[in-house]
């Protein structure tokens, strides 16, 4: 029901800056929430960042005040804007939409970008 299509990975220097976007398309709840995690080889996938229809965010503490994410509900997009990158920050980074629980389904339902690589070289 809802699609979700990265943007704006790459190779960067250590303490340069990336953007991510993820555009989202299908079936939009007028409540949600979006955001990023990343998961590095071997490692389980966590959350970097994340903002709800409401504008409330909730940030990973590696790397709060260090990345931003945003949206832009007319688009239908979320962004994440890093900067100061660390080469522990290297992962593969997926765009998240989360459809919020309902009297008739009591759970949160996920959805999945198909990821893109964020490579940072020190």
């Known amino acids: 029901q809802v699609q979700l299509v990265e943007s704006g990975g790459g190779l960067v220097q250590a303490g340069g800056s990336l953007r991510l976007s993820c555009v989202a398309s299908?079936?939009?709840?007028?409540?949600?929430?979006m955001g990023w995690y990343r998961q590095a080889p071997g490692n389980q996938r966590d959350l970097v960042a994340s903002?709800?229809?409401?504008?409330?965010?909730n940030y990973a503490d590696s790397v709060k005040g260090r990345f931003t994410v945003s949206r832009d509900s007319a688009r239908n997009t979320v962004y994440l804007q890093m900067n100061s990158l660390k080469p522990e920050d290297t992962a593969v980074y997926y765009c998240n939409y989360r459809r919020p629980p309902r009297a008739w389904r009591p759970q949160w339902v996920d959805y999945w970008g198909q990821g893109t690589q964020v490579t940072v070289s020190s």
């Open positions: 299908g079936t939009i709840d007028s409540s949600n929430v």
């Open positions: 903002i709800t229809s409401g504008g409330t965010t």
